[in-house]
């Protein structure tokens, strides 16, 4: 009757695993399915792990050059952080981290970029297997000490244990000496055992504790293989090259199972499992399974890199399907071997109905316009057209074509009150790596706003001339914006000139965002006070001022 009840209560538990872990499969799926399509909920999260996701693109910008990345100066001008948050859909830390070192660099071949495209466009099709790499994906989730596993990776050969022999020693030790006071009745034997056993215990206790960051590294190590595995099974059309690598890391999976059980144990909190594990580990257990997998990550680590990018690239190509998804209108750009850009209908991917521009360069170009016209934001809607071509092969425009070029950017120039720097000396210094990146001889996009405006009028206007007859000797394309109607007129045959205009309606300044060709002959500084709302004598006295 007892072995009934022991067998009714073994297979109701049993039951309640597997109704449990299907309900939560059911659950994960909903909201996979729900928010492909769609940004995140999480939106502030990931914006608070910007630095985090970072990590991958650290390790590769070390092998690029100035012309193949997207700098610190010109990703904060053109406010990529928030470009960034909205195209990340990603489900794993692997596929964050892939996307922004993808969105930094400008070196990926047109091959690559099809490749991700082929993919991205299977994925947005087949929603059972988009699914099915999805769920794999998830359980990879987005786990803080995820994000520096790549920089845990690096280090992992000085993560061996001190002593490292002696732990299978101790433990069987213990085993022995359990044993032999079982056998024997011993009392000298039994109190030898407990006595090793409180040592085995402090030992354990106290080593586990100065090793738990590597041991997350395993655990976190683990889910990534097992998830490539997984995903490599479901699209083996696209794991070819990666099956011999998931194949030599397998042997790790094996090796960590003990841990990522105990692991588990403690998410669960399963009391028994916990007590079980206790037990065992007095043996160490954990700690001889820990030193050999640490062997095997250690001497496979190039393996686990590839792996590690792609479950990345994975998670990629399925968050730029959902991304593309989600904005609707957008273009994949042609490439062009000339330093010669053209957009269609082109337009900030952050501004909601934003207004749409055509534009074509072959030379250097100068906007002049009005305060808020919209200089600043047509001009950082190229730059951007250009990143995001050549970086995930999508541009917020009706057609692009576009050259293969470095980008650069001096916009949102701010004085430095830590180090004591003016905005001029700041802005020189970013003008200064332009200058120097000319060097290079390969093609660059140079945008720069209010070129030098924190200077007087005579020199500014003295300093911009000659920075850009500089500019057009080079390899650039260069976009200015300035409201130096003198610089404009004196560039009037080697630059094209547009402008962005104004008109006042019942008694308020009216902007179209439209970029008309020439030059701007208007000035709206004053008349914008009165818009504001500005006493009339204060707006009478500008205007007199001025006359």
């Known amino acids: 009757m007892i072995f009934l009840i022991i067998g009714a209560i073994i297979t109701l538990l049993i039951l309640l695993v597997v109704c449990e872990n299907y309900r939560s499969k059911r659950s994960i799926g909903k909201y996979l399915t729900a928010n492909y399509g769609r940004p995140h909920d999480n939106a502030e999260e990931r914006r608070e792990r910007i630095a985090d996701a970072a990590n991958l693109y650290l390790h590769d910008v070390k092998n690029l050059s100035g012309t193949e990345i997207v700098d610190d100066i010109t990703w904060d001008d053109l406010g990529m952080d928030d470009i960034f948050v909205s195209a990340d859909h990603t489900d794993s830390y692997a596929g964050a981290q892939y996307l922004y070192s993808r969105m930094r660099r400008l070196d990926a071949t047109e091959d690559e970029l099809h490749e991700h495209d082929k993919r991205a466009a299977f994925f947005d099709k087949n929603e059972e297997k988009r699914l099915a790499v999805r769920r794999h994906l998830h359980s990879i989730g987005q786990v803080y000490s995820g994000f520096r596993l790549i920089d845990n990776i690096d280090i992992i050969g000085s993560a061996h244990l001190k002593f490292r022999k002696a732990f299978p020693l101790l ?90 059980f105990e692991k588990n144990a403690e998410v669960t909190k399963d009391m ?17 399974c820990y030193d050999i997998v ?37 273009c994949i750009p042609e490439f062009t071997e000339k330093p010669e850009l053209e957009l269609k209908g082109v337009c900030h991917p952050m501004i909601n109905d934003a207004v749409r521009n055509d534009f074509v360069q072959k ?24 990143i995001m071509g050549q970086t995930l092969h999508t541009c917020h425009a009706e057609s692009a074509v576009l050259p293969r070029c470095g980008i650069m950017t001096s916009m949102a120039v701010r004085d430095d009150l830590l180090s004591g720097e003016s905005y001029y000396i700041r802005e020189i210094k970013y003008l200064k790596r332009m200058v120097e990146l000319c060097e290079s001889g390969k093609t660059l996009f140079l945008a720069v706003d209010e070129i030098l405006r924190g200077t007087n009028t005579r020199e500014r206007i003295a300093a911009s001339k000659a920075l850009m007859e500089y500019f057009s000797k080079q390899n650039c394309m260069v976009i200015v914006a300035t409201h130096d109607i003198e610089l404009a007129e004196y560039f009037a045959e080697k630059c094209d000139n547009f402008h962005f205009c104004e008109k006042v309606e019942d008694g308020n300044v009216v902007f179209d965002y439209k970029m008309h060709e020439g030059i701007s002959r208007t000035s709206n500084a004053i008349r914008l006070l009165g818009a504001m709302g500005f006493p009339e004598s204060i707006v009478a006295d500008a205007e007199k001022y001025v006359e």
């Open 171 to 260: 433990g069987l030790l213990l085993l022995g000496t359990v044993i032999a006071a079982a056998v024997t009745q011993n009392p000298v034997l039994m109190f030898l055992g407990i006595v090793i056993l409180m040592a085995n215990m402090i030992i354990h206790t106290l080593t586990k504790g100065m090793v738990d960051v590597q041991f997350q590294t395993i655990l976190n190590a683990a889910a990534v293989i097992s998830a490539a595995r997984n995903i490599a099974e479901e699209v083996p059309e696209f794991s070819k090259d990666i099956k011999p690598d998931i194949e030599k890391m397998s042997g790790m999976l094996r090796k960590a199972r003990y841990l990522i």
């Open 294 to 330: 640490i062997d095997d990550l250690d001497r496979n680590a190039e393996e686990f890199r590839r792996i590690y990018r792609f479950a990345g690239s994975m998670d990629y190509d399925i968050s730029l399907a959902s991304y593309r998804r989600y904005i609707g209108d957008y």
């Open 272 to 288: 028994l499992m916990n007590i079980l594990f206790f037990f065992f580990n007095t043996f160490m257990i954990d700690l001889f």
């Open 363 to 386: 030379r250097s170009t100068i906007i002049t316009g009005s305060n808020a016209s919209g200089k600043s934001t047509f001009i950082k809607s190229a730059a951007l057209a250009l």
